[in-house]
């Protein structure tokens, strides 16, 4: 059972900037993953955020995030991802999950189905 820990949600300021992280307990020799964030604000459907193949370097953005959002693997830990993100605006509120999926499933890695592991997610507050 892979466990993903979520960090670094908080309050910001309209126009501030947030970085998340989140660690997967997945083993060192299953490099064959997607990790994503997506995003759900009171009331509305979960939104993909980003993802990223733990192999090669291609990143992937929700339409409205590819400007502003930036998806990284951590340098340190191969199983930990970033999410910088930046010019925040109130709509970016929502609490943030961590997934990961096996690469097997990368057709659908914009779909919240195609994941089997979640965090327990962050809360972003963004005030006007």
């Known amino acids: 059972q892979v466990r993903l820990a979520e960090s670094g949600g908080g309050l910001v300021q309209a126009g501030g900037s947030l970085r998340l992280s989140c660690e997967a307990s997945?083993?060192?020799?299953?490099?064959?993953?997607?990790m994503a964030w997506f995003r759900q604000a009171p009331g509305k459907e979960r939104e993909f955020v980003a993802a990223?193949?733990?192999?090669?370097?291609?990143?992937?953005y929700g339409d409205s995030m590819k400007d502003r959002f930036t998806i990284s693997k951590d340098f340190v830990k191969p199983k930990k991802i970033n999410l910088d993100m930046s010019s925040l605006q109130p709509e970016d509120t929502a609490v943030y999950y961590c997934?990961?999926?096996?690469?097997?499933?990368?057709?659908?890695?914009?779909?919240?189905?195609?994941?089997?592991?979640w965090g327990q997610g962050t809360q972003v507050t963004v005030s006007s």
């Open positions: 997934a990961e999926t096996s690469y097997a499933n990368r057709k659908d890695f914009r779909r919240g189905p195609a994941y089997d592991y």
């Open positions: 990223i193949p733990n192999i090669g370097i291609t990143k992937y």
């Open positions: 997945t083993p060192p020799n299953d490099n064959d993953i997607i």
